[in-house]
């Protein structure tokens, strides 16, 4: 097993470095009264589309998460399960510990670490988003005291940042206390979508086992719709094995909404809808998809055929228009929507515009597309030339 995680680190690292686009860059600071060095990832493809914009991930302890984050991230987006992410990462490696210090008789940051929060609210944030092509959707990651650090950004009156992973967490132990008086009931009113994931551990001490299935326990009461909260548990005897299988875990829930419609995506959320509403959540599922992450993605066909079953058998395939329309609007290049809305007036026996739509459809295909002699199969048997 060790073997194996090794193994799949080291592809992970090769493939990275070997990927990516790294920035160095030492960051003037008002609140640090200091440079501070941060690192920059920038995916492949960001120079060829003036227009897409891409998530920012802010990830603190450099020394530790930034080339497993990225390794993560690059793999994640090659497989289709995440879009292709900015990371920037921050130094702090010198700082011994006072970046994320807070006072054990109260639990609040120290001054010294309040500064470096604002460092990244005010400073880190402002120039990555004026300097890059970012969406709306921001990622913090922390480990360790770094976690515990950034929960304090859920304190935040409006609220920015969309994902907190926090890996491996020691929390104060006024943890509780101070989620409670962050009034997270405020992100129910948000237009938004947001995360909240944190991994529990076989080997972890016992008394931090405890404090951290407390937290997960009190933020799962919440029961907020639009505010998911991800309580992991990972057997391991190792922290750094928790570490390494935490963030992909952790990626799997945050952008679960970006990749395809799964089994379970499917027999939970979908199945049972009545056909306008399996169109109305797979259009919503891509307009999500768009605002959130900045990803034009059209739609996948995967997808469409998820949900075709239920357009065509229920209501006698009355919707089948409205679905060929709700696929021209979200991916107008495709000839799948001519397809549906062609289909529907086949059924209805008018032919004449059935054909029409059909041969629209086929004109948007490339003669070399292997569907594209079936797709014309639709013109011939309606007598069209």
Do not use: W
Request: some cysteine; glycine content about 6%; aromatic content about 14%.
């Amino acid at each position: 097993m060790i073997k194996n995680s090794l193994t799949l680190l080291f592809i992970l690292f090769y493939f990275c470095g070997f990927s990516q686009k790294t920035i160095q860059k030492s960051l003037e600071s008002t609140f640090l009264d200091s440079d501070r060095n941060i690192s920059i990832y920038i995916p492949e493809g960001y120079e060829k589309d003036s227009l897409k914009n891409y998530p920012l991930t802010i990830v603190l302890d450099e020394e530790y998460l930034f080339d497993a984050y990225v390794g993560n991230a690059v793999l994640f987006a090659k497989k289709d399960k995440a879009p292709k992410q900015i990371v920037v990462s921050i130094s702090m490696e010198n700082t011994k510990g006072a970046d994320i210090s807070f006072n054990i008789n109260s639990g609040q940051l120290t001054a010294t670490a309040q500064n470096f929060y604002n460092f990244i609210r005010d400073e880190v944030l402002f120039y990555m988003e004026s300097t890059y092509r970012t969406s709306p959707f921001i990622t913090l990651v922390g480990q360790g005291y770094s976690a515990n650090l950034i929960t304090h950004f859920l304190k935040e009156d409006t609220a920015f940042i969309n994902s907190f992973i926090c890996i491996n967490p020691s929390f104060s132990d006024f943890i509780g206390s101070e989620l409670q008086s962050y009034n997270l009931l405020k992100f129910a009113k948000e237009d938004n979508t947001f995360y909240f994931y944190t991994n529990n551990s076989t080997s972890f001490s016992a008394d931090k086992q405890i404090q951290i299935d407390q937290v997960q326990k009190g933020l799962s009461g919440l029961e907020m719709k639009n505010f998911n909260v991800i309580n992991d548990v990972i057997s391991t005897s190792s922290s750094v094995s928790a570490m390494s299988e935490a963030i992909p875990r952790a990626l799997t829930k945050v952008f679960e909404v970006y990749s395809g419609i799964t089994k379970e995506e499917f027999d939970k959320n979908i199945k049972d809808l009545a056909p306008l509403d399996a169109i109305s959540y797979l259009e919503n599922k891509y307009l999500e998809i768009q605002f959130l992450f900045g990803s034009d993605l059209g739609i996948r066909k995967n997808d469409i055929y998820a949900i075709e079953n239920i357009i065509m058998e229920k209501e006698n395939g009355d919707r089948l228009r409205d679905f060929g329309k709700m696929i021209l609007k979200l991916f107008p290049s495709s000839p799948l929507g001519d397809y549906y809305i062609g289909k529907y007036y086949e059924t209805g026996k008018m032919i004449k515009k059935a054909l029409k739509q059909y041969k629209i459809g086929y004109g948007k295909m490339d003669p070399s597309d292997p569907n594209a002699d079936a797709f014309y199969e639709n013109i011939l048997r309606l007598g069209g030339r």
